[in-house]
């Protein structure tokens, strides 16, 4: 995940397409990009959310093959 310009406070959860939390990444300071492994995940499609302070700020789909 690439954010352009960097924010402060970020969080990106990641969700099932149930609605389950899957993981939790705070990005550090001044970060603005995270990789996020997905190795473990079974197949299917999952939610990537960004918060910053709290707020939504991105929401995307993506599907783990």
């Given at each position: 995940y690439?954010?352009?310009?960097?924010?402060?406070?970020?969080?990106?959860?990641?969700?099932?397409?149930?609605g389950?939390?899957?993981?939790?990444?705070?990005?550090?300071?001044?970060?603005?990009?995270?990789?996020?492994?997905?190795?473990?995940?079974?197949?299917?499609?999952?939610?990537?959310?960004?918060?910053?302070?709290?707020?939504?700020?991105?929401?995307?789909?993506?599907?783990?093959?």
């Amino acid at each position: 995940y690439h954010i352009y310009p960097p924010q402060d406070n970020l969080t990106l959860r990641l969700y099932d397409i149930y609605g389950q939390k899957m993981n939790t990444l705070v990005f550090s300071d001044n970060e603005s990009q995270v990789k996020v492994g997905v190795a473990n995940y079974h197949p299917g499609v999952y939610v990537a959310v960004l918060f910053s302070n709290n707020r939504i700020i991105d929401r995307r789909q993506f599907i783990v093959n």
